[in-house]
Antibody, heavy 119, light 111 residues
Framework: QVQLVQSGAEVKKPGASVKVSCEAS????????MHWVRQAPGQGLEWMGW????????NYAQKFQGRVTMTRNTSISTAYMELSRLTSDDTAVYYC????????????WGQGTLVTVSS | QSVLTQPPSVSGAPGQRVTISCTGS?????????VHWYQQLPGTAPKLLIY???NRPSGVPDRFSGSKSGSSASLAITGLQAEDEADYYC???????????FGTGTKVTVL
């Protein structure tokens, strides 16, 4: 069965960077785009971007361009999302989600990684 | 600030029918991009409920149905059950933003 397992919670200081991992299993990693979505406490879902595990190509939401980097390691079926210059507004649960239906919807989600930014 | 607008909350008694609207614009739903719906229970990751406007993934009860018309879409829940109490989000693609967008989210309360 398809599983996406994310790394554990992180606490970071303002100005730092965070890197979250998402290990995929149960399917061919390179066959599906991987998306990243975040959710601030008590708020809605916000799409951050995607990476093609096959080519390494990326597409970032305008809001995060210049601050987010998505990468992957195909040998261990793992995708990564790194966000830099953190502020308190980046405190959120970060999810990876597999893109299905030509990448347009998200049928499988990771369990989420809480990133807390606090001085 | 989401480009897809949903009502903050809807409520209904067990067994009733409730609907959740998702209003977009000519750059997303109105541009004929598909709408998808997710259910999020407290403290858990979202779960795909409807894809491609009207389709249910395997395992989703047929009490949930989706529709789309013009620049809007709707999710209907018939025979409301206590376990349906959750947050619901619509999602589509926006050509102006060149990216995916979520709705503002709707909390469903079972009275």
């Amino acid at each position: 069965q398809v599983q996406l397992v994310q790394s554990g919670a992180e606490v970071k200081k303002p100005g730092a960077s965070v890197k979250v991992s998402c290990e995929a299993s149960g399917y061919t990693f390179t066959d599906y785009y991987m998306h990243w979505v975040r959710q601030a406490p008590g708020q809605g879902l916000e799409w951050m971007g995607w990476i093609s595990p096959n080519t390494g190509g990326t597409n970032y939401a305008q809001k995060f361009q210049g601050r987010v980097t998505m990468t992957r390691n195909t040998s261990i079926s793992t995708a990564y999302m790194e966000l830099s210059r953190l502020t308190s507004d980046d405190t959120a649960v970060y999810y990876c989600a597999r893109g299905d239906g030509s990448g347009s919807y998200f049928n499988y989600w990771g369990q989420g990684t809480l990133v807390t930014v606090s001085s | 600030q989401s480009v897809l607008t949903q009502p903050p909350s809807v409520s209904g008694a067990p067994g009733q029918r409730v609907t959740i609207s998702c209003t977009g614009s000519s750059s997303n739903i109105g541009a004929d991009f598909d709408v998808h719906w997710y259910q999020q229970l407290p403290g858990t990751a979202p779960k795909l409920l409807i894809y491609g406007n009207i389709n249910r993934p395997s395992g989703v009860p047929d009490r949930f149905s989706g529709s789309k018309s013009g620049s809007s879409a709707s999710l209907a829940i018939t025979g409301l059950q206590a376990e349906d109490e959750a947050d619901y989000y619509c999602q589509s693609y926006d050509s102006s933003l060149s990216g995916y967008v979520f709705g503002t989210g709707t909390k469903v309360t079972v009275l």
